[in-house]
Structures are given as structure tokens and as C-alpha cells.
């Protein structure tokens, strides 16, 4: 009991805010950590060996090694040369960065030895992944390249071909992982621009660490580009912006623009300022986008639909005001609507930047 009451000091004295209800430890690494993380150290159990804080016996030595060491001098010794724009995950994450993440840090030992970083820092990659097709929903072994030089991401639709089947320009790529979208622990969504329109690619690799060190090498892409791009601006600014998850992500009904044509379901993603609307949410292309910019330029959301419009199946509307016309959608579920509505008033109660002007300026001019 004493061994338990004095692990569980050790555990109060020095974990920090990085987990989610740390109550499971690593009794040969000496850090502690959720539930959740505690089985992605047991696939390195040659390395982490994990005990419940609360529930398993303690030893003497066991909590004298515990405390000897702790989560800042585990991190102090294992996270020495982190790259700044090496994605670090939380326990919010899924299971593929966070697993990554573990097995970089302590079976791999990436963060001692630069060269081990080469895979995503050398600022050129190329390999093979799987995509799937934008027409058939087929997933086929595509090459791809990042070039950080040239400044973009590219694939082949064949193996000896010459020309690419698509060039994205690093200044417009986004890279988030969506296992549960896509199907797969593994699959990573990546958009960029083309004539100002987002374009989707769904792809994964069997191989969770090539899957990672890609995601990773977009974000060394990004991070260069940026720092060019904004030369004064601090690294603490720019990592923010080298890759997003979607602000919300989930089905809605729409009606057209003059209110007078039924409502239909599609999936919807709130990437930054862009609402994007799906007829599957694996399309390669958006039916449309709408700008939501933000409240001091006359953009406000308001539960409910104007008088006399009703949604076709479901009843809880959602009217988003813009300087030019009103957006109506409907929610499923009253829980749907306050999620929605709360977060487009995220983004509307968010200044607009300079650059998100040009962004609006041609949604407006949009034909």
C-alpha cells in the first residue's frame, strides 16, 4: 500500500497536462501516461513494459525508478532534436500518430540522431501509395513525389510515366488523417487548390510509418515554404498553419439559392473559412463552396430557418447570413445544430486576415 501511495505521488508530482487521465505507467521508461497510450506501449513491450498506477502492485524499486525519472526527464532525454514542424500528437489524436509517435520516440530513437530524420526532412520524397480513384472508388498504386525544391507534391497515374497525372502546389496543400472517412488506420486526405477549388486525394500505405513520415514530409514542405513566404514571422505562428483538421465534418440538408427547391442531404466539411458541401464525402471535388467570413463583415448564423421554409426531412435549421444572400441547412438532431452553429461562430467571431479578403473577393465573382 505504501509502494502504491508513493507511485501515485510520484504520478502527481510529475505529469502534465499532455494526457488525458495519465493513471497507467511505464515501469521501465518511467513516464506516465492515459489508458489509451498505455496499449500502444504494450505493442513495444520489449521496450515499455505498463502497469495500472491504481490497481497492479508496485515494488520499492519499481517506484524509486519511477520516481527518479518522471515525464520531463523522459522527454529531456528522448525529444532532444524534434524537428519544429514534426507533428506531435495528443491523446485527442488517432491511433496511428499517436502509436507513431511512441515508436519514434522510444523504439526508434529518431530524436538523437538527425539521420534518422532523413525520411521526412531531407526535402525530397518519393514512394508509392495507394489511391483511391476519383470516378470508381477503386484504390490503385499510385507514385508520388514531393518536391520541396520545386515546390510541390505530385503523382503518376503510371509507374514509367514522364508527366504527372496532378501537380499540388505546396502553398495550398493540406494533409489530415481520416481513418474512419476513408476506411482504414492508415488513410490520410490530402487537398489543395486547383482554379481556387478544392480538389480531395484519399490515400494510405499498409505501412504506418511510411504513412506518417509522408504526413510528415508535407509538413517540412510547408513549414520552408513558409518561412520564405513570411520571413519575420515567428515558428511558433507558422506551425498552426503547415496542416488542419476540419473545423466539423458531418451531414446536413441544403436548399438552393432561391429557397424555393427541396432540401437534400450531403456531407459537409468546415475547413477554415471554406463550407464545403458533398454529395459522398469521398468525392474528389465539392458540389460547392461557401466563404464564411467573418462577423465585423456582416456574416452572422442563426438557429432556425426563415418563416414559411421547411427543411424536407430534418427540422433543425441553420441560417448563415453573408453580405450577399442567407444559407439555409437543416440538422438532424438539435445536438447537430448546436454543434454546427457553434462552430461557424468559431470562424465568424475570427478577424479575417488580409489574404482572406482575396479569398472572398472571388467567392463573390465566382459565375
Not at 496542416?243 to 450531403?266: A, D, L, Q, S, V
Request: charged content about 25%; overall charge positive.
Amino acid at each position: 500500500q505504501s509502494a502504491v501511495a508513493s507511485v501515485d505521488q510520484t504520478y502527481q508530482s510529475t505529469i502534465h497536462v499532455c494526457f488525458a487521465d495519465p493513471e497507467w505507467a511505464s515501469y521501465t521508461l518511467g513516464v506516465f501516461m492515459c489508458h489509451s497510450c498505455s496499449g500502444l506501449h504494450r505493442n513495444i513491450a520489449q521496450i515499455s513494459k505498463v502497469k495500472s498506477v491504481l490497481l497492479d502492485p508496485w515494488s520499492s524499486s519499481e517506484v524509486e525508478f519511477m520516481d527518479s525519472v518522471g515525464n520531463n526527464a523522459a522527454k529531456a532525454k528522448y525529444e532532444q532534436i524534434v524537428p519544429a514542424f514534426y507533428y506531435q500528437p495528443t491523446h485527442k489524436d488517432c491511433t496511428l500518430l499517436r502509436d507513431q509517435w511512441i515508436r519514434a520516440k522510444y523504439e526508434r530513437k529518431e530524436f538523437l540522431c538527425v539521420e534518422m530524420q532523413e525520411p521526412y526532412s531531407a526535402g525530397y520524397r518519393e514512394g508509392f501509395l495507394w489511391k483511391r480513384g476519383r470516378d470508381n472508388g477503386q484504390y490503385l498504386s499510385r507514385k508520388f513525389i514531393l518536391s520541396e525544391r520545386e515546390g510541390v507534391l505530385k503523382y503518376f497515374n503510371k509507374h514509367d510515366a514522364r508527366e504527372p497525372k496532378a501537380i499540388m502546389k505546396i502553398n495550398s496543400v493540406n494533409a489530415t488523417f481520416q481513418p474512419t472517412k476513408i476506411g482504414t488506420p492508415h488513410g490520410l486526405q490530402i487537398t489543395y487548390l486547383k482554379d481556387n477549388s478544392t480538389r480531395n486525394i484519399f490515400v494510405y500505405h499498409e505501412d504506418g510509418k511510411e504513412m506518417v513520415d509522408w504526413f510528415n514530409a508535407i509538413r517540412a514542405a510547408r513549414f520552408h515554404y513558409l518561412q520564405v513566404a513570411f520571413p519575420g514571422a515567428l515558428i511558433s505562428d507558422l506551425l498552426p498553419k503547415l496542416t488542419r483538421n476540419y473545423i466539423k465534418e458531418g451531414y446536413m440538408e441544403k436548399t438552393g439559392p432561391k429557397h424555393t427547391e427541396g432540401f437534400k442531404k450531403r456531407w459537409f466539411t468546415m475547413d477554415d473559412r471554406r463550407l464545403m458541401y458533398f454529395k459522398d464525402p469521398l468525392d474528389a471535388y465539392a458540389r460547392g463552396e461557401v466563404f464564411v467570413g467573418g462577423k465585423e463583415n456582416n456574416y452572422t448564423v442563426l438557429p432556425g430557418l426563415p418563416p414559411g421554409i421547411q427543411g424536407y426531412h430534418w427540422q433543425f435549421g441553420i441560417t448563415i447570413v453573408t453580405p450577399d444572400r442567407k444559407f439555409l441547412f437543416a440538422c438532424e438532431t438539435e445536438a447537430d445544430q448546436k454543434d454546427w452553429i457553434a462552430a461557424f461562430q468559431t470562424v465568424i467571431n475570427r478577424p479575417m486576415l488580409p489574404q482572406e479578403y482575396a479569398v472572398e473577393a472571388y467567392f463573390k465573382h465566382k459565375p
